[in-house]
């Protein structure tokens, strides 16, 4: 579950913490604003949907990584899986542990060029999740992407909804025109798009010359 509660992505309401799976699989997830017939799933169920069709991006809120990242190499999945984390929260043992995992993939989330830094000199990751609010976020710099991505990083960037973690380029704006999101996204640095508009934006960039698998 995505958030604390269930009440913005299900039919129910209430905290997660307070209560049982067999409550949790009695509720629908929502799409929009409409119920669906999907019920909340577990964390294995997803794994075994996933197989052999999508990567995912598991983003961990609470619980532990090691447990997370061992069930997914239990259930053959772990090379189909991204794992982020918010760079603040990830504990000194942690990373000493992720340093040792040389087939886990995980991607901190930045809020800053000095979180970027310490992320760097930490460990080795493979890409980061720069959190952009605003054109006068210090993120907000092509110069910076530049010298994470010559260091082996690629750079992550969330256009869901209005583009509140894009410095407004988001998917909301993309819809009327995508073609003043999405390649202003790569020029900035973007290797990966977290989007609900994949087929539009694969068209965009394609269109503007981009390579798209």
């Known amino acids: 579950m995505h958030d604390p509660d269930v009440d913005r992505t299900t039919t129910g309401t209430g905290k997660v913490s307070e209560m049982t799976l067999a409550q949790l699989k ?8 409409s119920p669906t017939h999907e019920r909340v799933p577990t964390y294995h169920e997803v794994l075994a949907a996933a197989r052999d069709r999508v990567m995912l991006n598991i983003d961990l809120k609470e619980g532990s990584l090691q447990e997370v990242v061992n069930i997914a190499r239990s259930e053959g999945m772990l090379g189909h899986c991204l794992f982020k984390g918010t760079w603040s929260k990830i504990s000194q043992e942690e990373l000493v542990w992720l340093n040792k995992q040389s087939d ?58 209005e583009g509140r973690y894009s410095a407004g380029l988001g998917d909301y704006t993309a819809i009327e025109d995508p ?19 994949p087929d539009l934006t694969a068209k965009t960039l394609k269109e503007h010359g981009y390579s798209v698998p």
Request: proline share 4%; hydrophobic share 45%; charged share 15%.
């Open 104 to 161: 886990v993939m995980f991607m901190p989330i930045i809020h800053s060029l000095q979180e970027a830094e310490q992320a760097v000199d930490t460990g080795h990751f493979c890409a980061f999740e720069v959190l952009i609010k605003s054109e006068d976020s210090p993120l907000y710099d092509q110069t910076a992407h530049m010298s994470l991505k010559q260091r082996g990083i690629r750079i992550w960037i969330n256009s869901l909804w």
């Open 26 to 33: 009695q509720l629908h997830l929502i799409y929009g604003l």
């Open 179 to 197: 073609d003043s999101v999405f390649p202003q996204l790569v020029e900035l640095g973007a290797g990966i798009i977290q989007t609900d508009l």
